[in-house]
């Protein structure tokens, strides 16, 4: 039972540093547009906002898949 519990809790933070992982990408995205440090055109705007909500979307999924996981296994 031992190795079992082991690797749900391996598996559960794994699960965890790629959601913080994504909530980094996300914030990422939306500060490098608004730090400054880049002046991208309207098209690169579109498209770095477009990837940052991809990213939320995945991310939701993500979040929605862990939960029923650990439901599944309780």
């Known amino acids: 039972a031992a190795p079992v519990a082991q690797a ?3 598996a559960g933070s794994e ?3 790629l959601v913080a992982a994504n909530a980094l990408w996300i914030a990422a995205s939306f500060g490098i547009l608004v730090s400054g440090a880049v002046e991208p055109n309207l098209i690169g705007y579109g ?3 477009m990837q940052a909500l991809a990213v939320v979307v995945f991310a ?3 979040i929605i898949a862990v ?3 650990r439901t599944v296994a309780a």
Request: aromatic share 6%.
């Open 47 to 49: 498209f770095v906002v």
């Open 8 to 10: 749900a809790s391996a």
């Open 15 to 17: 699960d965890a540093r």
């Open 60 to 62: 939701e999924l993500q």
């Open 67 to 69: 939960r029923r996981n």
